[in-house]
């Protein structure tokens, strides 16, 4: 069996859901740096409060049952999950286990394997625990009930992923889905309790994994302690670790509990839900267009190539991006590419997400009309693209024209030219002797004497009669 093969890794990830209010109250879920200011006898907990379930959070996951092709139960309850933690002001936590609102379903992943999910399932969030000095340094610990309440889903997956890298094309994949869908609460990222086994060991529970990177590296780092420990003759027992992000390596927090050790009994203060059949019809009919259906739609539309659909498709924000220049009757073809090879690059030299970055798409329209008109190089469009996201921020067409980077006819192309040719006698006569390198060599010295104000076909062009 391969290594590959040998790695067992199955996903609990938790996202926070988009609510003006809390899951069982109205307190508001905006986030506020004021500590334990929106909170109400229900979201602590207090003896003979009653909660109330916010509609709002059935119907969007509701929503995320139904682009996980999951099975929706219509009729499902919550329960109480106890368990004994600062954080958790009841000593339970409300969520579902026996009957959750999605069953069974599947995420495709871009690489074409099938991810099954076992459930989807609604779950309020405990509170935050604050340790001022760093966890592991602090002397004690803040509680802040702000956060208690929060709606969230957790999605669990089948023990199908493979490999750390395929956790995290799952977790990526998934949230674009997410981001489609619009479910997600802004400015949050999703949290993994990460289970992985190696073939003849038990299975290990990494929790509270923040973001695509640190479960990739906390699952590597994970396989490769669990790979030692057979190697020296260790039995891996079940237990949780905590991934520590700053050091890349995972620590033992306590003995894995099982399902029986929860205690999961029905919650008596919450009634048994059942949904309507017109209102899951009438969330399916007003299902967005998805990732896949994107994809499908952009290569009839427009004509455009697997690659190019699937990375315009396979970020939210990327697509969304295309879509509203489309809308200002940009070129489809030149836009897309300018995203793709231009934009998302400096994105991603810069490390910044497209959902943070800040683009006017009427400013890449006014680029795409140059590009169009043959009035920019490659290399100034380039410069221009760095410039509005890392630079000063001036809109890219402002950029060239106040730098004198538009390629221009008032050059003296021919004296150019000739400057190079007579400054550089062997690359000449390397390239009469066969050498067509040297063609290239030449015409990059043109360009940078022009700052690719001149268009790069016709210095080729006028190089090549020069010289034959």
């Not at 996951?61 to 499902?76: D, E, P, R, S, Y």
């Not at 889905?177 to 309790?193: C, G």
């Not at 221009?408 to 000739?418: G, H, P, V, Y």
Request: proline share 4%; hydrophobic share 35%.
């Amino acid at each position: 069996m391969s290594d590959e093969t040998s790695v067992m890794i199955g996903l609990e990830v938790h996202a926070y859901l988009k609510t003006k209010s809390k899951l069982f109250c109205s307190c508001s879920s905006e986030v506020t740096s004021v500590p334990n200011s929106q909170v109400c006898p229900i979201c602590l907990g207090h003896p003979g409060s009653k909660p109330v379930l916010n509609e709002v959070v059935v119907a969007l996951a509701t929503k995320v049952g139904l682009a996980l092709k999951c099975k929706i139960n219509q009729n499902f309850f919550f329960s109480r999950k106890t368990y004994f933690y600062p954080d958790m002001c009841m000593n339970y936590q409300i969520t579902q286990y026996e009957v959750p609102i999605c069953g069974a379903g599947e995420l495709v992943l871009p690489s074409g394997k099938k991810i099954r999910i076992r459930r989807a399932h609604i779950e309020w969030d405990p509170a935050a625990l604050i340790h001022p000095n760093g966890m592991g340094k602090s002397n004690y610990v803040l509680i802040d009930y702000n956060r208690s309440g929060l709606p969230l889903i957790e999605i669990v997956t089948e023990p199908d992923i493979s490999s750390p890298a395929e956790a995290r094309e799952f977790m990526n994949t998934l949230e674009n889905i997410l981001n489609y869908l619009q479910v997600l609460r802004p400015s949050t990222t999703l949290k993994a309790d990460c289970n992985v086994s190696i073939k003849g060991g038990n299975r290990v529970e990494i929790k509270n994994v923040s973001g695509f990177a640190a479960a990739e590296k906390a699952l590597s780092y994970e396989i490769s302690r669990q790979k030692n420990e057979v190697k020296m003759g260790r039995v891996i027992e079940q237990h949780t670790r905590a991934f520590g992000a700053e050091s890349g390596v995972t620590n033992e927090l306590r003995k894995k509990e099982t399902e029986e050790d929860y205690g999961y009994i029905f919650d008596p203060d919450l009634v048994r839900i059942s949904l309507e059949e017109d209102f899951v019809q009438n969330i399916k009919s007003s299902m967005p267009e998805l990732p896949r259906e994107k994809e499908e739609r952009l290569k009839k539309q427009f004509g455009f190539s697997d690659f190019d659909s699937r990375v315009l498709c396979g970020d939210y924000y990327l697509g969304l991006l295309f879509d509203e220049m489309v809308k200002l009757k940009s070129n489809p073809s030149i836009s897309a590419r300018l995203l793709i090879r231009e934009v998302l690059s400096v994105l991603n030299h810069d490390s910044i997400s497209t959902s943070e970055a800040i683009i006017n798409p009427c400013d890449l329209v006014e680029l795409v009309e140059l590009i169009n008109g043959g009035k920019v190089s490659d290399k100034n469009i380039k410069q221009s693209i760095i410039n509005y996201i890392s630079g000063d921020k001036s809109p890219p067409k402002k950029f060239l024209e106040q730098n004198n980077l538009l390629i221009s006819n008032l050059i003296d192309l021919n004296l150019i030219i000739n400057k190079v040719i007579s400054s550089n006698e062997k690359a000449v006569s390397d390239y009469k002797g066969g050498n067509e390198k040297s063609l290239n060599f030449l015409s990059g010295l043109i360009m940078r004497e022009t700052k690719g104000t001149v268009s790069p076909q016709k210095v080729l062009s006028d190089l090549k009669k020069k010289l034959d």
